[in-house]
Structure formats: C-alpha cells, structure tokens
C-alpha cells in the first residue's frame, strides 16, 4: 500500500474555484466514507482549510487511485470533474508526505509560517479517527506531521514569518496603520464561533477593540464565546452574544466586522451592508484593489449592451434607432461613434456579429457632432468593426476602450465599516467592494496581498527540517513493513525450537529439569544468533529507498506462511488502534 493524496489550493486555483468546491463538514465525513468504500483505497483522511481541500489516502495501485480520487472529490465538491481537474495536484508516496509535513510547518499556507494549520490538521486526524478511516499510516502520519510542525516553530524563526489569517487580515484592513491603534475603541462584529471566528474575537480583544458582539446559529456557542472573552484578565473588551437575526442591527453600530461561517450561501448581501452604512454605490467597481478604474485592468468590462453598459455612459446623447441589441444612447464624438467601438465596449463576440450585421446595413450619419464638424469615413468605420471583430475571435469580447477626454471621478469617502471574510466559500457578496465608505478585505484579496509578503531567512531551516523529517519517516515506514515479516520469521524459529525439544523430551523421559532447560537454553542461543545478523541487516536495507522487496525476498527464502504475516500486521495494527483511542488528547 502507498500513500497518495489529490487536492487543490490557493496555490492550484483561484478563489473562485476554491469557493465552490469547499466542502462542509457533512460533505467531508461523506467523502472519507466513500473513499474507504473504493476499491483502490484502504485509508481515507480529509484536510479542508478555507484556502484548501486535500484527500490523503492509502492505495494499492496508483493510477487507479489518483482516477477514483479525483472522481469523488468531484462529485463531492459539485464541480465538475473536466474544471476541476486543471486545478488539482497530486502527491505520491515520499512527495506525499514532504507535502503534508510543508503544509504543518505553514510553508504552504496563504500566509506563510502560520500556526492555525496545525489545529486543522488535528482535526483531520480526529475526524478520520472517530470514522475508522484512518489505519496506521494515516495515523503515524498526522501525528508525525504535528510532530513536524511544532518542531518548526519551536526551533526556528518560522512564527517571525507568519502569522494567522485573521492577523493578516486586520493589517489589510489597517491599510498600513497600526493594528492596535487602527482597532482601538472600535465595536466589532463577529459572526460565527467556530475557531476560526474564535481566534478573530480573541484577536481583536487583544488588539484593544471596546466591544465584541457574537452572532452565531449556535446561541450557546456564542454565548460560551463571550464569556471566556468576558473573563479574560488581559483582556478590558466587553462580549455579548447575539441571534443571527439580530446581525442586521448591529451591523449599523460596528466598525469593524470579522466573518467565518460554515453557510453555502451569503450571509452579508451588498444590499444589507449598503443600508447600514447609508452609502452611496461606486460605479466601476473602485475599491477592488489599488489603482481600480472604470475600464482599467482593475475591473473587467462590461459585456454585452442595454441598461448594464447605459450606466456608464453619459446621459443626454443621441441613439441609435432599430438597432437590434437596443444599444444606449450615447454621445457622438470625433473618433468614437456610436456606429464603431464606443457602442461595442465590452461585447461579446456573438453580439459583435449581430451589431456588424446592423451597421452594415444602418444608414451612416454624416458627421460625428457639432464640436467635430468632421464627416465620418464608412470605410474606416467598417475596418474599425473588422479589427474588433478580430480581437472579440480571439478573447472572446471587445475590451473597453475610454475616451480620449479625461475621466474625472468623485473621490472614494474614508471607510466607516471594514469587513474581514475568512469564509469559503464568501460569507460577505463582493459587491460590497463597491459601496462608498466600505472597505472588504476576502480570501481573494489576501491571496493577492500575500504573494507580495517577505519571506524570513528562517523558512530555509523549516525546509530543512521537513527534508530531514521526510527522510527518516520514509525509513521508518519502511522499516515497519519488514517488521511483521521479521516477527513471523522468529516466531516460526521458536516453534521449530519448541517441537524438537519436545521431541528430545521424548526420547530421554530420564531427563532432569536441569538438564532439559540447559539445553533449551542452548538451542534458543542457537537460533538466536542465527537469525540475529540477517534481521537486524534486512530491517537496515528496508529501511533504504527501494527496499520493500527484501519483506518479499525474506518471505520466500524462509517459506514464510503469509496469513502468519498478516495476523502479525493486524495484531499491531489493533494495538496501535488502541492506544490512539487511548491517547486521543491533544496532540
């Protein structure tokens, strides 16, 4: 058996992919039991994070494995396995375990050196546990990874390196202040108490915000979480708890908001947010990201024509009869007619060739506007089409082009409500990004801000330390697969010593205690030193890459009984069992 995982992260694919494949905590315990029930896997475990969905698992054959796994991660997640595919990733045997003990040391994490990874890793363990999905490998995985993980962050710097999300978060909302002056006597809004909320509650009370209002769907969660904020002594903050329902209210009395649900569906709609700020909403889309504009690469054009593309435009301009996609009015200015690019920005392609069709057709004005006094070129204006008909066949739209006058645009307001989304799939509609007075800072937007962070000379011995760790498991794992191997050749050795002494017992009846346990003792030494040197050397080449075979080659030369092995497998397999039900605590 070999260890195989498939997954996807904000490392794999974008936050839109990673949104809709996020699995809740049904869907995961599903998945784990429906791939243990597939032929190619034995052991199943499932580690979802918000910027992460990955199945590790026990398999028998690869190809196979790799085929089922990505099979179920599909039907579970509800994206189709033709998308999901260019996403995923897959880890084999050695480069399955660098990945996961990476992944608990933080360097792979969307902000790199943070420790929540390891929780979450728990509580993979833990789930696959109580399912009896995780088997000996899975379960000296998990834990060594843990192991690993908190190796690197007491040996090293890693911590200097990162930091959690909701840290992370907050200095974006901060936009460069100090984070305990920039929360300092703010109300903050929290929705949710799973851990990861719990941390954001317990981050901001730190940080020195003045009060901390719970929602969750869970009353009594909620309620626990205030009063351990309550009762902090480091802590001046006042926590209380509220209904879900109650959310829309206090959204008009908070300045900061920190969601992470567990919801499929919107839990902030633009429109809630937008009441409760009483803002204005931005046309274009500012607030996206540094130097958004209207048309620019911050924000993606409009596609296709009536009242979407009539927003931005200007009013009072003259139309187009009978054009059959009913194009908004617009100005006619000197190179930029409604016939040509102005009325086709952001279509697409299909559009283009009906609107073609039309201005083939339509009669043409014959000047541009009073301020041109210029007549308009058919010619040109037909091989001005023609280049957009190009450009739409090969992006799949017509970019928007601006005019050539200078766009003057009102001033974005200082924000009056900030709002953290740490959910997967979003709690908070990214139309928020363009109410005034509102900044949201999402998943999406800390991918983006992360990939900027400095790195810490520390993370080389976090790798170091995982290509260390990664060596001696593969050894040890290894090593473990001869054992029983080992044992049942023993075993055997001392069943041949027991029935020829039994044998000699019956031959000399006469013989004396003394004597039949000296020369008991005798032949076991025998046997002993026999077996000793090729166990102890076969167990050092097993460990070696490549040294699976020697199990086979012991097995054979000794005419092992193979039953004999696998009770030997599952009898330790039982106990280890035993004690991780026993020892279950904290890891």
Request: aromatic share 2%.
């Given at each position: ?106 360097l792979d994490s969307m902000v790199v050196g943070e420790g929540q990874i390891l929780g979450q890793i728990k509580d993979s363990l833990a789930r696959a546990q109580d399912l009896h999905s995780a088997g000996r ?442 004690e991780n039900s026993k020892n279950r605590g904290p890891a």
């Amino acid at each position: 058996m070999s260890l195989l995982v498939v997954g996807l992260s904000h490392r794999s694919a974008p936050v839109s992919v990673l949104e809709r494949a996020a699995l809740n905590a049904d869907a995961q315990v599903k998945l784990v039991q429906d791939t243990v029930a597939a032929e190619p896997a034995t052991e199943a475990a499932v580690l979802a994070t918000c910027n992460r969905i990955e199945l590790y698992a026990d398999v028998d054959k690869f190809h196979a494995g790799v085929a089922e796994l990505s099979t179920l991660l599909a039907q579970h997640s509800g994206v189709g396995l033709d998308e999901l595919t260019p996403y995923l990733y897959v880890h084999y045997e050695d480069r399955a375990v660098h990945h996961l003990f990476s992944v608990a040391c933080g360097l792979d994490s969307m902000v790199v050196g943070e420790g929540q990874i390891l929780g979450q890793i728990k509580d993979s363990l833990a789930r696959a546990q109580d399912l009896h999905s995780a088997g000996r490998l899975l379960n000296d995985l998990f834990q060594q990874a843990l192991r690993v993980g908190k190796r690197a962050h007491s040996e090293t710097g890693i911590d200097r390196a990162g930091q959690s999300l909701v840290t992370f978060g907050l200095e974006q909302l901060a936009a460069g202040a100090d984070v305990q002056a920039w929360a300092s006597g703010k109300k903050a809004l929290v929705i949710g108490a799973g851990s990861m909320s719990s941390l954001a509650a317990a981050t901001l009370a730190r940080a020195g915000v003045a009060e901390i209002v719970i929602a969750n769907r869970t009353g009594e969660r909620a309620e626990r979480l205030a009063a351990i904020l309550n009762e902090g002594a480091a802590q001046d903050v006042l926590a209380r708890a509220v209904p879900m329902d109650a959310v829309s209210g206090e959204l008009t009395r908070a300045d900061v908001v920190v969601s992470c649900t567990g919801a499929t569906g919107l839990v902030l709609t633009a429109e809630a947010v937008a009441a409760a700020v009483g803002g204005p909403v931005l046309e274009g889309g500012a607030g996206q990201g540094a130097g958004a504009q209207p048309g620019g690469d911050g924000v993606p054009p409009l596609r296709g024509s009536g009242a979407a593309l009539a927003a931005r435009l200007p009013a009072g301009s003259a139309g187009d009869e009978n054009c059959p996609l009913d194009l908004p009015p617009m100005q006619a200015t000197a190179g930029f007619s409604v016939l040509g690019e102005g009325a086709v920005a952001g279509m697409a392609a299909a559009d283009l060739e009906q609107h073609a069709a039309w201005v083939d057709n339509a009669p043409r004005p014959q000047t541009s506007g009073p301020a041109s006094g210029t007549v308009l070129d058919p010619a040109q204006e037909a091989e001005a089409i023609a280049a957009l008909a190009a450009l739409a066949g090969t992006v799949g739209r017509i970019p928007e082009r601006r005019k050539a006058e200078p766009v003057v645009e009102a001033p974005r307001p200082a924000p009056v409500l900030f709002l953290l989304d740490l959910a997967m799939p979003r709690d908070i509609d990214a139309a928020v990004h363009r109410l005034a007075g509102v900044r949201l800072v999402d998943i999406e937007s800390l991918a983006e801000a992360s990939a900027d962070a400095p790195m810490a000379a520390d993370v080389d011995q976090v790798r170091r330390i995982v290509a260390d760790e990664v060596a001696a498991f593969g050894a040890a794992l290894r090593a473990a697969h001869i054992t029983p191997t080992v044992v049942a050749l023993r075993t055997m050795a001392a069943d041949v010593v027991a029935s020829e002494i039994a044998r000699l017992e019956g031959r000399l009846p006469a013989l004396d205690d003394k004597h039949r346990s000296e020369i008991t003792q005798t032949v076991k030494r025998v046997v002993d030193k026999l077996l000793h040197a090729p166990t102890v050397r076969v167990k050092q080449l097993a460990a070696e890459p490549g040294g699976a075979g020697y199990a086979d080659a012991l097995r054979t030369l000794f005419d092992l009984d193979q039953e004999a092995v696998a009770a030997v497998s599952r009898a330790e397999g039982a106990d280890d069992e035993s004690e991780n039900s026993k020892n279950r605590g904290p890891a």
